[in-house]
């Protein structure tokens, strides 16, 4: 069964700090995976994207990781600030006749001062 | 270019009634998926239309449909609302190749009462 897990279900940092959001998947066969940003309330805004011969894009502070023979993704954030607070969707596409889209469950991330 | 627009952005609706929820996708996309996400979760497939027909369903119930217009913009109909209806309401739009990133709304979000 094609499934997406994260790891934490929730995190509350300091401002500032580094975490790192874990993302694992069943998925096959692998087409792509992304890492979305959603604030409360409104649609997911795309991070990051990697293909199977990627293992690292970052944008910013976010850099996101992908081991493709162990099915995980990690996305690291470097010096927290308040506006990161949302929750983090890894999102794994399988590549069939047309886009199949299996969405995590999110990471919700609290980031306090 | 506007992006991927919604509407309404709120809604209360009965429990029985019927609901109709709009999407413009984003300029030059053909592909547009509707998505429940529920309090704290991540974003559910409900279905996907591409030119003009369901491409794809998730596992929703038939009380779930939608229509794509000649223009690409989409409809989400909800029949005979359950209080576990209430949620957001997402709708994403993307175009080939599959790498292409999909662009989310900002959602509508249901209440049922």
């Known amino acids: 069964k094609n499934q997406v897990e994260q790891s934490p279900q929730s995190l509350i940092i300091l401002e500032g700090k580094n975490c790192t959001l874990q993302?694992?998947?069943?998925?096959?066969?692998?087409?792509?995976l992304r890492w979305y940003k959603q604030d409360t309330g409104r649609g997911p805004v795309s991070l990051t994207i990697?293909?199977?011969?990627?293992n690292t894009k970052s944008n910013g502070r976010y850099t996101a990781t992908l081991d493709a023979d162990t099915k995980q993704s990690s996305l690291h954030i470097t010096a927290s600030q308040l506006s990161d607070s949302a929750s983090y969707i890894c999102v794994v596409t399988t590549k069939t006749s047309y886009d199949k889209v299996i969405f995590g469950p999110g990471t919700s991330l609290s980031v306090i001062p | 270019d506007a992006g991927v627009t919604q509407s309404p952005t709120h809604l209360i609706k009965t429990r029985g009634q019927q609901v109709t929820l709009r999407c413009s996708p984003k300029?030059?996309?053909?592909?547009v998926s509707w998505y429940q996400q529920a309090l704290g979760q991540g974003p559910q497939f409900i279905f996907q239309y591409y030119e003009e027909e369901e491409r794809q369903r998730g596992n929703f119930p038939d009380r779930f449909s939608g229509h794509q217009f000649p223009n690409y913009s989409s409809e989400l109909n909800v029949n005979a609302l359950l209080l576990g209806d209430s949620a957001l309401y997402l709708c994403?739009?993307?175009?080939?190749?599959?790498?292409?990133?999909?662009?989310f709304g900002q959602g509508t979000r249901l209440t049922v009462v």
């Open positions: 994403a739009s993307s175009r080939p190749p599959e790498s292409a990133e999909a662009f």
């Open positions: 993302c694992n998947y069943t998925v096959s066969p692998f087409s792509n």
């Open positions: 990697m293909t199977f011969s990627e």
């Open positions: 300029s030059g996309h053909d592909t």
